[in-house]
Nanobody, 125 residues
Framework: QVQLVESGGGLVQAGGSLRLSCALS????????GGWFRQAPGKERDFVSA????????YYADSVKGRFTISMDVAKNTVYLQMNSLKPEDTAVYYC??????????????????WGQGTQVTVSS
């Protein structure tokens, strides 16, 4: 059984930082790519960032480039999203997703068969 569990969300002031974690069980990030998406209230779920299997390549939405960093620890089977210089518009539920291999931009949620339950990130102004 494949399971993704996110952690690390919370409330932070604008300009602050948070690190989200996504632990994968039942599969290995040595052959699975990981992505982060977010959904703000009343909006569609949007791509944030992705990393290909074994941490080969990384991708970012324009809105988070230079502020967020995605990484993968294959030994811990965990993908991280380091979020710096947070803005109120970053407030959303953040979801982790995984798919087998993957070599494209990994920006479409339709590519991912496995999803976590989401973790709330709230940035106050």
């Amino acid at each position: 059984q494949v399971q993704l569990v996110e952690s690390g969300g919370g409330l932070v002031q604008a300009g602050g930082s948070l690190r989200l974690s996504c632990a994968l069980s039942g599969r290995s990030f040595s052959t699975y790519s990981g992505g982060w998406f977010r959904q703000a209230p009343g909006k569609e779920r949007d791509f944030v960032s992705a990393v290909t299997w074994s941490g080969g390549n990384t991708y970012y939405a324009d809105s988070v480039k230079g502020r967020f960093t995605i990484s993968m620890d294959v030994a811990k089977n965990t993908v991280y999203l380091q979020m710096n210089s947070l803005k109120p518009e970053d407030t959303a539920v953040y979801y982790c997703a995984a798919k087998y291999l993957g070599s494209a931009t990994l920006a479409s949620e339709n590519e991912y068969p496995y999803w976590g339950q989401g973790t709330q990130v709230t940035v106050s102004s």
